[in-house]
């Protein structure tokens, strides 16, 4: 049983006591004192032993672990990070750790002021990173003392009407806010004293099911409101994530991360080990830590509950929410109806896909194969062309010999690659596409036949997104499209979070009746996935298209054969 700690704060210790299913004392030894007689006492003392054999010596170790931790002493206000009742039952490692995770080197944090219960236990986690080096309690005159005895990286700065300027303030990697918000005007200023990369984290208090109406209405209003207010602001993703975890009586938490900048989305979408390596950099080995990578990679992607409830709101555009799983109404052409042989568009076109039945327009293609392709993620493309770049200047005729195989041999491995999955310099993508969706550059190749779809040149495709009608032939190299400069049309898309795969595999569908034997054609235009690789990417197809270029897969191996 988790005992009060002390306070000099007398409204505090009774508020927390009103809260509990049970009483709380002034003292970490605290103990109970019952009243019984007669029987009751012989059936108490006999219970008393059972339940002291099974469960005694286990609470006895938990509340000496929590003393050991807090250290249940008084403590003067705003000066220790001591722990409360509440702060158990609260999980600040989910408000805090995600943020922090998320930033490449967070070393200047701001924790905004408001119930000192509340801005220790958030400090107590921010300086759990080694990386900080100053972390600062933003607040109002009552609260923004301390005492930086307990760690010298602490220091507080008052902030009238919760406005805070680069002038008075400076700038932050991080700014978390544990104090449920109430409005979205109260939030406003935090963007102009984030720097670039910067994160907010902000606290919503509010846990959505599948029961609630669309956000913006009824309890979801505030919420609603923030959500759409951020992105107003100028941040560029927001994400809402749930701890669900917490069976307690001031139950599951839900909170909002708001990235500055597109491109930490890479650092949001870190994978397993990349969280495991931030962590063991940043958190000595002596602090507590219940957050690991498996926690963050939960929270990567929405609960259900919120993406149903965004997709209720009539001011969703459509597009985000109809990647929401199959279209039942879409018919799917499996890969036992098609085929693989040379292709018929050119000499140096080599492999190609062909109907083996014949197929009616509005068909989708191997959708039950397209849940197989394989993603290189942002760091590991980043890996990939560092070595790429390395072994290319490295590679001449004066290295030794030993060191000019090595190379080559560095070369040669990454180069296939690339050849395979991602497009570089003058030449187009291989057997995959580039996307820049998770913030920046990554690749998605399909696993299946359709790897192999040939590009319908001068607007000859029969596969392609509905109402596509744009040719290499057609598009002016100098001008990318619009939709190579965004993403979707707001920072905040859980639909969009949760289906990031399926966007990237699947939508095409054909656009034209295919007969038996006929070669299956793609639009090589939808592969182009960066407002940069557009001229490249568009010149290259015209080339490959009036037969003075070779694909990169051609080219790849009449390489290897002529080796």
Known sequence: MQHQPPSSDAKSKSRSSSTLPFPTTTSCEGSYLIRLSGFTIFVA????AFIALFSGRMASSYLSTRQQQFNCQPAAADTKLTETVEDVMFDYEALVHPAMITHPKPKRVAVLGGKQHHTSATLREVLKH??????VILGDEENAHVDNAVDARISALEMKDQECSVEDHGLFDVIIDPNPFKAATDISSYFNCLNDDGVLVLNTDTIITHKDPALGIGRLNVLGRVTDFLGEVGYESVHHYQDESS????????????????ESRADWYSNEAEVNIRLHQRISRSESLEFDSPTMLKYQTPPKAVETVFCRDSNVEAEECGIRGFDPEVVNVPYSDLSVGKSTMGEYSGRGVFAKTDIPKGRAIGMEKSWL????????????????????????????????????????????????????????SGYGFWSSLLGRSHSTVDSGLMMFCNHGCNGTYNLCVDGANDSEASV???????????????????????????????????????????????????FIGRAADWEADVRGLQGQCAGTELGEISFYEREKQQA
């Open 373 to 428: 392709s394989y993603f290189i993620y942002p760091s590991a493309h980043s890996i990939i062309m560092e070595l790429y770049h390395w072994a290319d200047d490295h590679w001449t005729d004066e290295n030794e010999d030993d060191e000019e195989d090595y190379v080559e041999e560095v070369f040669e491995s990454v180069n296939a690659v690339v050849g395979f999955s991602e497009a570089l310099s003058l030449s187009l």
């Open 476 to 526: 002016d190299p100098n001008q990318p499209p619009e939709s190579l400069s965004s993403t979707w049309g707001s920072a905040f898309s859980p639909a969009f979070e949760r289906n990031l795969r399926q966007a990237l595999s699947v939508g095409d569908t054909t656009n034209r009746d295919i007969k038996k034997g006929e070669e299956i054609l793609c639009n090589y235009l939808e």
């Open 45 to 48: 003392i006999l219970s008393s």
């Open 247 to 262: 069976s307690n009586d001031f139950g599951a938490r839900s909170f909002l991360v708001a990235l500055k900048s597109a």
């Open 130 to 135: 080694v990386s900080v080096k100053d972390a």
